[in-house]
């Protein structure tokens, strides 16, 4: 295993899908949960990618649909990493729907933590993360304010209110 420091580029993924009828809920529009997979594939792939290491997914947050989508548009789904902890990364994911002119409108933003896992299946220590430009360092900063209102959140038991 390659163990070294990697910039955000060096494991910055972009896919793409046309959006088929099987894709698609009874309101003719592109079903959640078939977006949702393909987000958490996009932050997987930039995890092992970063720490190349088997990754899990711990959580999911701020999934936003700020849009729907519809057969045939084509979809661009951008995953980075925003922020590496001891075990744990920080993945945004941001959907576009691209038109033909190659603009894009943005439907969707997340942020998933993604964990290395070690050959015992542990959380394992990752590699660091080199921050190369303004965005980048802005980036871990907002990252860096959500982490600490997740473990706040598990520190309170916010996810068990309800049960
Ligand atoms: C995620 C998991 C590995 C964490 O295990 P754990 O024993 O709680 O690990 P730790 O307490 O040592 O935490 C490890 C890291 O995960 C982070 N973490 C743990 N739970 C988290 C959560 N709910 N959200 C965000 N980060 C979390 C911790 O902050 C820590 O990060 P750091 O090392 O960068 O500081 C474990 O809960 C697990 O295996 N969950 C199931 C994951 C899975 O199957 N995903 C697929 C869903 S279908």
Avoid: C
């Amino acid at each position: 295993m390659e163990f070294r420091a990697k910039t955000v580029a060096e494991s910055r993924v972009e896919t793409v899908h046309i959006i088929r009828p099987t894709d698609l809920n009874d309101a003719g529009r592109l079903f959640g949960g078939v977006l949702m997979q393909w987000i958490d594939e996009v932050a997987a792939l930039v995890a092992k990618r970063h720490s190349q290491m088997n990754v899990t997914t711990a959580s999911v947050d701020n999934l936003r649909f700020l849009q729907g989508a519809f057969q045939r548009d084509v979809i661009v789904i951008i995953g980075r990493v925003t922020h590496v902890g001891n075990t744990s990364m920080e993945v945004k994911v941001e959907t576009y729907v691209e038109h033909t002119n190659g603009k894009r409108d943005l439907i969707n933003r997340a942020f998933l933590t993604e964990i290395g896992l070690g050959d015992d299946n542990r959380p394992a220590i990752l590699p660091r993360l080199i921050l190369e430009t303004e965005e980048d360092r802005k980036e871990w900063e907002r990252a860096e304010m959500r982490r600490n209102l997740r473990a706040k959140q598990r520190k309170e038991g916010f996810h068990f209110y309800g049960e």
